[in-house]
């Protein structure tokens, strides 16, 4: 089991901010640090504005030493495949190959009108999303020296140099989640390391992972092969003085936190995770929503950590 701290600076960071979580992040021993890939504010009014997803993460990589890092998850409809591919590729090098990728195929629609990306409709996202993992991954293990090609309707690609990753056997490893029946399980089973249930109860993602555990023996492909994650937020508090100051900081209600979240005391917390657990998750990501607030990173680590396996 491991956990990872999963932030979102489109709601208000700069990268001074970011680089302060993540360093609490590696010196309280979690296993990565994961921001969103958005530009657009959800709530608030996103001050001091947008960061890049990649263009942080790459400073993160010089100035982190252990952590893993990555996005969760970036949509495909912001970057074409075969760029975005090489930037993936260089920050997973100048991190020393610590750069794993949660992908998926975009949904914010204010967020496309206001920056002026196309958001088609939800199958040719899809179908877009299918083939940039053909692409992306297609790059990642084609070997150095050898060329690659996808002959496809949204990216075809000819004679592109291969970007074998030295440090992935079989490329950077892929996130991919969502509650899509169909599509989604298939192509986590195709192309993922890793299957990620996000803000859903543990009998939801039971739900979750059973398709995709599925898709996988559909594709003679070995389900324990694919790691379960779960991504929900935390609001650790044990006394009620401080639970309803980190709700209130974050906007958010102490039982509706309690109902859908990792949050209440340390021994409630160990509690949810553990029904989680049940389920077969073995990777936690802790949405951290008040980035100032370092003290909250130290005591997850130091009074719920130890008491989980």
């Known amino acids: 089991m491991d956990f990872r701290i999963f932030t979102e600076p489109q709601q208000g960071a700069t990268y001074d901010d970011l680089l302060a979580v993540a360093r609490t992040t590696e010196d309280a021993g979690f296993d990565g640090f994961f921001r969103s890939d958005h530009f657009l ?11 890049d997803a990649w263009i942080t993460l790459a ?9 893993r890092l990555g996005t969760l998850v970036t949509a495909a409809t912001f970057r074409l495949p075969a760029p975005l591919a090489i930037q993936v590729a260089g920050v997973d090098q100048m991190s020393g190959g610590r750069v794993e990728m949660g992908l998926g195929a975009g949904w914010f629609e204010a967020e496309h009108t206001a920056y002026g990306i196309p958001f088609p ?4 996202r899809f179908d877009r999303f299918e083939e940039q993992l053909a692409v992306i991954t297609g790059l990642w293990t084609t070997p150095r020296g050898e060329t690659f090609d996808h002959d496809g309707s949204h990216y ?27 599509r989604t399980p298939e192509l986590a089973a195709r192309y993922a390391s890793e299957f990620n249930s996000v803000f859903r109860p543990a009998d939801e993602t039971r739900d979750l992972y059973a398709r995709v555990r599925a898709a996988c023996e559909d594709r003679h492909r070995d389900p324990d092969e694919l790691t379960l994650s779960a991504a929900n937020v935390v609001c650790l508090g044990n006394d009620d003085a401080t639970l309803r100051r980190r709700a209130e900081a974050i906007s958010r209600d102490v039982d509706e936190l309690r109902a859908s979240g990792f949050a209440g005391s340390s021994d409630e917390i160990v509690d949810k995770i553990g029904r989680f657990t049940e389920v077969g998750t073995t990777r936690f990501y802790l949405q951290v929503l008040d980035l100032g607030d370092l003290d909250h990173i130290e005591e997850f680590a130091a009074t719920v950590v130890p008491q989980l396996p």
């Open 41 to 51: 504010h959800m709530s608030g009014d996103g001050a001091p504005g947008p960061t």
């Open 59 to 67: 400073g993160l990589a010089r100035d982190t030493s252990r952590i």
């Open 121 to 124: 409709d939800v199958k040719e």
């Open 156 to 182: 075809p690609i000819v004679d592109a140099p291969g970007l074998g990753a030295p440090d992935h056997r079989g490329g950077i490893p892929i996130i991919i989640g969502g509650t899509g029946k169909r």
